[in-house]
């Protein structure tokens, strides 16, 4: 899966922005929860919840000293070990103690009658649990279970246990919820540093997740707002390879979508615009080759109708047979030019395309060489080829004609002498030609001119011979330029293609 930089850049920002305001975000709740003073709130509620059940204990146990302290002061009575058997002097001895309007019970357990007489009794009875203690422990206690608070005295006759007098009473029912709330919420703060644990685990984890699903999330939206715009510039590079016939597929009504439809109308104009100027430009071109043609037509025809008046007008005189060996001598010489220049822009018209194959450019340009072994001796020759060159991708005829064309416009243009030089190296995936000559030399008007059609400067020339080169060069996707001085030289630079290269 390939992600562009313009996708991992969006999706970085987003996973920025992420990264700040979860931390930004934590930091202030936290404080929300800690309060505007700063001090934990957790701290503050810990502490009330400690000073409340501190408060309903000590409730509880001035309860259970209630019952406690009464039940010590049935038996301290002076007149509870006569009454110890009797249910009615027990009624009188706890009538006298207890406290009006109280909500107290009182039972007085005898273990050797094996039996119990409630007083004052609110319907509670006592839990089997404290009748089978109470014969185990002879030591005065109050304690609570449940809603229920008990205080307990033990009776002795002599140094044996004869009984117990237990006074209890029940909790008001809001008291005790409260206070099992409270050793709930006690209990939960006693776990609370592992709690903060589990929290800032859960925070950590969702910290990851978030950043995870931000990841994916940022991934998909920069993909979303990324592929139309790579798409768009997978086709203007279409477009610039040449192809004009390429279109973007356009999804959705938003701007971008306007975009890749304006850049397929785009498309559309720069085709109809090209083949318009394809057209005017073949257009313009044909008619400065029919223009030539006629001009280069329009001169041998001159000197052919002039040969032909003169024999007309000699006709019978003395002068006549040497006036016709002249005029028959012009005459063929000019329909032999105009043959050459039919037959010249006969194989310009059709050059037939490049068979090309892997082919040695040393071997070329040395066949190429060998055929201007005779030069004057004014003109000296110097070859540089270098070795071990790859391969190039070329039709050998063809590249050996344009080896001709312009080894024999080097001569050509030194014909008081000079260096004719001939240089081929390596350079990056190409291979380089270049001929140079210290001949005359070129105007830049000239050289601007040089590959047109029928521009020649040459009193014998057509003029295609260059044209013809530039054509095989751009057949075979290669390059050529000219750089020239007057008075100075010229120097041609030929770059082909090497076989790699091309297959690429």
């Known amino acids: ?105 009182v039972v007085i357990f005898d273990f050797e009658k094996k039996a119990a007489v409630r007083l004052s009794t609110g319907g509670e009875d006592v839990p089997n649990s ?17 809603d229920m608070v008990y205080g307990v005295a033990p009776i002795f006759e002599g140094d044996n246990l004869a009984g117990a ?13 409260h206070i099992i709330n409270l050793q709930n919420l006690l209990s939960i703060y006693t776990i609370r540093p592992d709690l903060d644990k589990i929290m800032w685990t859960q925070v950590v984890t969702m910290f990851v997740v978030l950043i995870i699903a931000g990841a994916i999330l940022g991934w998909l939206f920069a993909r979303g707002v990324t592929k139309p715009i790579l798409t768009l510039v997978a086709g203007t590079r ?31 104009q720069l ?125 050998p005829d063809q590249i050996r004609q344009v080896l001709h064309n312009l080894i024999g416009n080097a001569v050509d243009a030194m014909p008081d002498g000079g260096k004719l030089s001939v240089i081929m190296r390596q350079e990056i995936n190409n291979v380089v030609i270049e001929i140079s000559d210290t001949g005359c030399g070129m105007s830049e008007e000239i050289r601007e001119k040089m590959f047109t059609p029928y521009f020649t400067t040459k009193e014998t020339g057509t003029g295609l011979g260059m044209a013809i080169t530039a054509q095989i060069i751009e057949e075979h996707d290669g390059e050529i330029t000219v750089e020239s001085e007057e008075s100075v030289g010229t120097t041609v630079t030929v770059k082909l293609k090497t076989s790699e290269s091309a297959l690429w």
């Open 1 to 105: 899966m390939h992600i562009s930089r313009f996708q991992l850049k969006l999706t970085l920002i987003f996973l920025l922005l992420l990264l700040i305001s979860i931390p930004i975000t934590t930091h202030f709740i936290w404080n929300l929860v800690k309060g505007q003073t700063g001090m934990n709130v957790d701290e503050r509620a810990e502490a009330v919840l400690q000073e409340a059940s501190e408060i309903a204990y000590d409730m509880i146990a001035e309860a259970e000293a209630g019952c406690q302290s009464i039940a010590e002061a049935i038996l301290s009575d002076e007149k509870f070990s006569a009454a110890f058997g009797s249910e009615d002097g027990l009624e009188s001895i706890v009538a006298e103690i207890m406290p009006p309007g109280s909500d107290l019970s």
């Open 130 to 146: 404290i009748i089978s203690s109470l014969k185990q422990d002879n030591a005065p206690r109050s304690y609570q279970e449940g």
């Open 165 to 177: 007098a237990v006074v209890y009473r029940k909790l008001k029912g809001e008291l005790v919820r």
């Open 238 to 268: 279409e477009v610039a390879r040449g192809d004009l016939n390429h279109k973007v597929m356009v999804k959705g009504k938003d701007e971008i979508a306007v975009l890749m439809e304006s850049f397929n109308a785009m498309t559309s």
């Open 271 to 395: 085709k109809a615009g090209r083949e318009r100027a394809v057209r005017a430009e073949r257009l313009a071109a044909w008619r400065n080759v029919a223009r030539s043609i006629a001009h280069e037509i329009k001169n041998p025809l001159t000197p052919i109708q002039l040969s032909m008046y003169r024999l007309r007008k000699n006709l019978g005189s003395e002068r006549y047979g040497q006036i016709f060996d002249q005029a028959y001598t012009s005459i063929i010489n000019e329909v032999e030019n105009l043959r050459n220049m039919v037959t010249e822009f006969s194989d310009f018209a059709r050059m037939p395309k490049p068979r090309t194959k892997p082919t040695d450019p040393k071997e070329i340009v040395q066949d190429a060489i060998s055929l201007y072994t005779g030069l004057p001796d004014s003109i000296a020759l110097h070859t540089e080829l270098a070795d071990n060159l790859p391969q190039v991708m070329a039709d």
